[in-house]
């Protein structure tokens, strides 16, 4: 079994970034791809940025593309979401995911193991 804790999530102004941090344990870490979702409330969850086993793939939400950026460290076994330009709208919880799955998407079905989540907090 697979274990994700999430870490970062705070209060920030808007503008401003954050850096999220996803550590991993329990598997062979550079065997998964991971994703970041997010869910805000009263609305579904979404997925905001994936990155392949290896980390030479990446692809985001258009409503964070150009201001996030996902990246990985296998050494470390650990995923990061880098937020820049942080807007009151990506205020939410942000979960970390982990897939097995061949198929490389932002679907939430094919991701097996998920962290309990961080809050993200944007203030204007």
């Known amino acids: 079994q697979v274990q994700l804790v999430e870490a970062g999530g705070g209060l920030v102004q808007a503008g401003g970034s954050l850096r999220l941090s996803c550590a991993a344990s329990?598997?062979?870490?550079?065997?998964?791809?991971m994703g970041w979702f997010r869910q805000a409330p009263g609305k579904e969850r979404e997925a905001v940025g994936i990155?392949?086993?290896?980390?030479?793939?990446?692809a985001y939400a258009d409503s964070v593309k150009g201001r996030f950026t996902i990246s990985r460290d296998n050494a470390k076994n650990t995923v990061y979401l880098q937020m820049n330009s942080l807007k009151p709208e990506d205020m939410a919880v942000y979960y970390c995911?982990?897939?097995?799955?061949?198929?490389?998407?932002?679907?939430?079905?094919?991701?097996?193991?998920w962290g309990q989540g961080t809050q993200v907090t944007v203030s204007s």
């Open positions: 995911a982990a897939s097995q799955s061949y198929s490389f998407t932002a679907s939430a079905r094919e991701y097996d193991y």
């Open positions: 329990g598997g062979t870490f550079s065997s998964y791809a």
């Open positions: 990155i392949n086993r290896r980390g030479g793939s990446t």
